[in-house]
Every structure is written in C-alpha cells, then in structure tokens.
T-cell receptor, first 114, second 118 residues
C-alpha cells in the first residue's frame, strides 16, 4: 500500500498570502489529522477530519481551516499568512480515527513565509 | 489540559549499548494511550511503540520497550542494542480515549534528540 502523501513538499509564500496544502491518506483510511511542527512550539494538533466532517480541532486561529473530500483526501488552508506560520505541516491518516488506530504520518510540507 | 514533558533535549549512546529516554505526562483522565514516535532526518514520523493505560504489562517491540508507571505518570522508552539507524528525534505522545468514537489529537512532548556514537 502506498503511504500518506503530501503535496507540495516545499512552499515559499509572502506575508498576507494564502496557501493550500494537500494530503492523500493511505487507501481505506477515513480519518486525516493535521499537525504543525515548529522549533519553538513543537508539534501541535490542528484538526481532524473524518467522513468529510471536522471532528476535532486544536487551539489555532480561524485563519487555519481544512476540508475533506469524499475520497478522504484532505486539504488545509491558511489565509493571511504570518511569519510565524512558517513550519513543517504534517498530516496523518488512520482507519477510523479511533484511539486504538495507528496514525501514519506523511513526509510533511515545509512552508516558509517571507 | 494534558501536557507531556521530555526533560532530556539530547541523549548520546554508544552503538550496541542501551539507552533510556524519559517522559512524564499530566492528565486527569483514566483512559488514554501513550506513544513513542521517531522522527529521523527525513522528517517522517514513525510509530515506535504504544501503551494502553489500562494495561499493566509494559509494551515491547523487538529492541524497544517501555516502562509505564501509571501512578507516577511516567512513560520511559528503553532502546537495547542501539544501532546507527536509531539516531533520530524521539517524541513521547498522549492521546485521550473516547468511548463514543473519535479521539483527541496527539499531544506531543518537545522531543529528545538521540545520537548514536559508532
């Protein structure tokens, strides 16, 4: 089975722009979670989608949003980019999103905001 | 809110030796899962081992084992016979158990950078 894929792998944007990142889960997985990784704050949970519905959300401003499509692929969007949004964005997929399910991570998208 | 603390920013061990990485957590919940993830330089997070809080027996996966002390809220990772490929950032993580499906996102510690000396 193919693993979790994320596109693009690298992205450079300027302040004020918006960006969309994509995540394709492992075939058969219906839950997709997003995490932000920065040197200062570490790994932080953004949100989780299951069956096209946001089921859980971390403590991030409304500029961070996401969606999930019927094929379980997910996108996250960040509007009005700030310098502090520079980070590695990781997505993880699992079968149902249950605690017992193993989360499989993608390679991440490195976002740089200038 | 749950917190996960890894007090060792960096650890170094000789190849073939044993090393223990520390993790403590704070939660008021009784049902939860604990995990150790490995992040090599490629940045891809890989699950190393997990422990269900209701299980008293410590989890083991080949050379990796944990020492889970629920009362002390401690969850350390022991790596035996360290290999060069074990060099990576290691993250301890917590996840609350939901009874009705779904779960919180993972709460991660800040990580421990493990160096393997040849």
């Amino acid at each position: 089975k193919a693993g979790v894929t994320q596109t693009p792998r690298y992205l450079i944007k300027t302040r004020g722009q918006q960006v969309t990142l994509s995540c394709s889960p492992i075939s058969g997985h219906r839950s997709v979670s997003w995490y932000q990784q920065t040197p200062g704050q570490g790994l932080q949970f953004l949100f989780e989608y299951f069956s096209e519905t946001q089921r859980n959300k971390g403590n991030f401003p409304g500029r961070f949003s996401g969606r999930q499509f019927s094929n379980s692929r997910s996108e996250m969007n960040v509007s009005t980019l700030e310098l502090g949004d520079s980070a590695l964005y990781l997505c993880a997929s699992s079968l149902q999103g249950a605690t017992t399910d193993t989360q499989y991570f993608g390679p991440g998208t490195r976002l740089t905001v200038l | 809110a749950q917190t996960v603390t890894q007090s060792q920013p960096e650890m170094s061990v000789q190849e073939a030796e044993t090393v223990t990485l520390s993790c403590t957590y704070d939660t008021s919940e009784s049902d939860y899962y604990l995990f150790w993830y490995k992040q090599p330089p490629s940045r891809q997070m890989i699950l190393v081992i997990r422990q269900e809080a209701y299980k008293q027996q410590n989890a083991t996966e080949n050379r990796f084992s944990v020492n889970f002390q629920k009362a002390a809220k401690s969850f350390s990772l022991k790596i035996s016979d360290s290999q060069l490929g074990d060099a990576a950032m290691y993250f301890c993580a917590y996840r609350r158990q939901y009874s009705g499906g779904g779960a919180d996102g993972l709460t991660f510690g800040k990580g421990t950078h493990l160096i393997i000396q040849p």
